[in-house]
């Protein structure tokens, strides 16, 4: 028995076989937002490739099972370039971090012309160039310290790579490009903080003798000035140190201290003491206690601290040390 299948059936298995096949065999590309996708046609057996003139920028586009897609990034981006050992005008080597933002402006031109690795082939190697020779037009302190070198590194380098582009034909905008704080060399960096140190040191001894002067000068002042005074009020030089011993005795006791024989020696009247057995020299001294006698232990430590004063006041005759201090109640 022999049968035979309609055309019409046929026709049919014949379309879904074709639409199946045109589905497993297609790309479907859908860019991201700030991003465009270029087509490159690649023909398997006939006709012509190259790139698509219109670009996917939106949406979602099927392509033949050939045909690439390259992802072109349209929003500013920004590409970081480390510069070790970069030498300067006087041979230091320095290391620098560059950083350009470019921009694409024709995602077409770009792939057609230039290739997805448009900026590697063209643009970092150039660029690396243009800062090692500004670099090389300045010194170490100038690039690595002055922020103007730096300002006129970065407008040098920017002024070439605009040229550079233009010439190039490149489909790119330069939004930005800085060059970083130069980094000397960790020796260079430890004699400069020595030298800091130094510096430092030579100001701080500078100021020490500074004040020194100043005070040697107020102090030759001061001379003067007593001695002038002196002088009007007719005073001799004995009669001028009683004076300034009473001011002294007036600031270490203040106005009046009212001593009413009853109680422990004050601290005041101590270094009164001591003063006055610093310049009239040790002689004897009596310790009255009229009232709330105490014990006798207590008295006679009282007495022992007049006698410590007296010891300190030989000593400080011999050392030239003041008793206030040689004498510790």
């Known amino acids: ?19 199946v096949t045109a589905i497993i065999g297609c790309h479907s590309y859908a860019p991201n937002a700030g991003h465009e996708i270029v ?36 929003q500013p981006q920004k590409f970081d370039v480390e510069l070790p050992d970069t030498m300067t005008k006087d041979g230091v080597p320095i290391t620098f971090h560059a950083i350009m933002v470019l921009k694409v402006t024709d995602s077409v031109t770009l792939i057609k012309s230039f290739g997805p690795d448009w ?53 790119v905008e330069l939004v930005t490009m800085t060059v970083g704080r130069a980094n000397p060399p960790d ?19 500078q100021q020490m003798k500074l004040a020194e002067d100043q005070r040697a000068l107020a102090e030759t002042s001061r001379a003067k000035a007593d001695n002038a005074y002196r002088e009007a009020m007719g005073l001799s030089p004995q009669q001028f140190i009683q004076l300034e011993t009473v001011k002294m005795q007036r600031e270490v006791c203040g106005e009046h201290i009212l001593d009413t024989h009853d109680h422990p020696v004050l601290d005041p ?32 430590a009282e007495a022992l601290k007049a006698n410590r004063f007296l010891l300190a006041a030989e000593t400080a005759m011999r050392s030239g040390v003041e008793v206030g201090e040689e004498a510790h109640v």
Not at 137 to 159: F, P, Y
Not at 274 to 300: C, K, M, Q, Y
């Open 1 to 19: 028995m022999r049968f035979t299948t309609p055309s019409s059936t046929l026709i049919g298995i014949l379309v879904a076989t074709l639409a």
């Open 39 to 74: 087509l490159v046609k690649k023909p398997i057996f006939f006709g012509h490739g190259g790139v698509d003139p219109d670009p996917v920028k939106t949406g979602r586009t099927y392509a033949a099972i050939s045909t690439d897609g390259i992802d072109v990034n349209m």
């Open 119 to 171: 900026y590697s082939n063209n643009l970092e190697e150039p660029f690396r160039t243009m800062v090692r020779q500004a670099v090389r037009k300045r010194g170490m302190n100038e690039t690595a310290i002055s922020t103007t070198a730096l300002d006129e590194i970065d407008n040098e380098i920017h002024d070439q790579l605009l040229i550079f582009i233009k010439a190039k034909s490149l489909p």
């Open 187 to 205: 020796s260079v960096k430890n004699q400069r903080i020595e030298t800091a140190t130094q510096e430092q040191r030579i100001q701080t001894e």
């Open 269 to 300: 009247v101590w270094k009164l003491y001591g003063r006055a057995i610093e310049r009239a020299g040790p002689t004897a001294t009596l310790l009255e206690w009229d009232d709330n006698i105490p014990s006798f232990d207590e008295v006679h």
